[in-house]
């Protein structure tokens, strides 16, 4: 494939966030002294998809003025398409805790060290409303509202201008310890991968939609190829909100 025939990143930039070697380390060591937040699957989930490049062209989770504009209009801040709010909600009283400007410890459910967010901004959000847009319904029998209702009430993100979105930082994983033969052979059905959703592929041709298609959210349009849904849950993989 030659360079004119590449698909250009959405938004124009590839984003790479993914910190190694002298860099890591002096991410671990700031994080030690700094506040610490622990993320959802949902939250680990982003900031993967975040750090990789796959939600491109977003370096964090969103400030007020993308997310204000992202729920409203399907679009961030600059203009660029975007249909789904990329947050990281947190109690009250844990965003008392925080200041602008300082960095934050973003740490899983068990513990880990798993990235550095650059905290710009703390904000808080209307859930209903959020919901209603994105989701096209309020009723908490919704997956997604559900999970929407249930988190936090503010929202940890960047400045209003871009491209200064809270940036954030993962830590680069040791790479995984191959099967043995043997092993691969016994795999069982619930370590397979899973069927790949077509609802978060950030491409332009992407609009909200009534009804569901492929999934429970209604603000994708099937793009014309498929990438495995970061949201999908564990106990139903065929929800991904």
Known sequence: ???QTIIQPHGGTLIDRMLTGTAAADARATAASAPRVTLSEVGMADLEMI???AYS???GFLGQADYTRVVNEMRLADGTLWSIPITLPVSESRAEMLR???PVGLYAPDGRLVGLLELRER???DQRHEAELVYRTTAPEHPGVARLYSQGPVLLGGWNSPPA???SWRLRRPPAARPSPSAAGRRSSASRPATPCIAHTNTSRNRRLRSSTACFCTRWLAPPRMTMCPRRRASN???CC
């Open 1 to 3: 494939m030659t360079p």
């Open 51 to 53: 750090a990789t490049g």
């Open 57 to 59: 062209p977003l370096t």
């Open 100 to 102: 602008d400007g300082q």
């Open 123 to 125: 904000y808080t959000y």
């Open 165 to 167: 979105r809270s940036p």
């Open 237 to 239: 993989p065929t929800r």
